[in-house]
């Protein structure tokens, strides 16, 4: 059954009955509404043997939250592929497919993902949130340096602002709130943006959405949509030497291009461009900056973290975690002349100075990296050394002793 921190619904998974005709049904129903209760941003079902062990990401965190009976004739995964409208009979290959549930909020969307294992076919249900709470630059929480230079690159006409970090670090929030700045300008510009998927829809501006079965691929799409007559260009992720010679291409030609990018700082976000064979040239003309963002969680301003977790004494604000919501760590770098961290950075790039050596010529021209924002985070109370240290890994280990 669902622990008892994570029982905001009335029906409990003991209660469910393999053999009865709507067990996959009712399961299903309690595990989306349980998900979405409790803020969850995706939903496990894990195929164990005879049972399916149900898991929750909630802030970032991955808990287990019960066990779902098995024996049943029609089990959840099937029931979620055609809520999905995916073919049951294929579950033996990975597949992905937009929810469609009845009881869903109009806020939210869903989007699932089914891949085979040695007890069958695993589901991931990622649930997709559009909080008007975010939908400006000036609501994220970031830092008021990193506000100030995503608003002044908004604001340019050509060259590439890019965003680095891992899968859930809060990279789309932040493209999609500049996207949202650029269409409410006047005059209007032209603004596409080709994503994989299309996680929430912005009006006044086009988007298209990867079918590589089609044979939409990212880097064709990218090539093609340039004739297109647009000003701005939003592609979703920068992963090969193909799309990243098309994006940046484009930011030399007039166009400003936001793209994000898997490295876990900005020195490693130069590199990654090099390695994937960049012209240095190309990187110093048209990278306009570069951000490195995080999300660790808050403490909780309920319980203030010293909260128990068993469910007599389980704060009811932060489901016994002592954690509620999460703030961004982030460090900007602009590359256009203004920053004196930006050109240290590309002198040792130029250089070809390891990696080590990039992040101490930044240090010494004045930069702030995500350790010492995190720092300050801590010091202001408004996280904890050892959730520093879950996000930031060795580079956070000052902060936890």
Known sequence: MLQQNFQPTRLALA???????????????????????????????????EDWEILLRVDGVLTQVGVLPGGGSNDPVTR?????????????QPMEGRLRWESMPPEISMRLGVFPSVHGPRAVVRLLRRSSELDQLDSLELPSDVTDALQHCS???????LLSGPSGSGKTTTLY?????????????????????????IDSISQSELDESGGMTLSSALRSAVRQDIEVLLVSEIR???TAEAALQASLTGHLVFSSLHATDVSAALRRLSQLGVPLHAIVSGVRAIVSQRLVRRICPVC???TGSDSADACKNCLGTGYKDRIPLAQAVRFDGGDPVGD???????????????????????????????????????????EVYRVLGRTGIFLAR
């Open 344 to 386: 240290a950075l590309l002198n040792s790039l130029e250089a070809g100075q390891t990696l080590e050596q990039m992040r101490r010529s930044a240090k010494q021209a004045g930069g702030v990296d995500l350790a010492s924002r995190a720092q300050q985070y801590v010091e202001a109370g408004f996280t904890t050394p050892a």
């Open 15 to 49: 209660d469910l009955q393999p053999g009865d005709d709507r067990f996959s049904i009712d399961a299903v129903n309690l595990l989306l509404s349980a998900a979405i209760d409790v803020g969850a941003s995706d939903l496990h079902l894990h195929p164990r043997g």
């Open 177 to 201: 709130a500049m996207l949202r700045r650029i269409a409410a300008a006047v005059p209007r510009r032209s603004v596409m943006t080709i994503e994989d998927p299309v996680e929430s829809i």
């Open 304 to 306: 203030k973290g010293e």
């Open 155 to 161: 604001d340019q006409t050509d060259g590439a602002i």
């Open 80 to 92: 979620l592929m055609v809520m999905a409208a995916l073919p049951t009979y294929r579950s033996s």
């Open 240 to 242: 090969d030497p193909e």
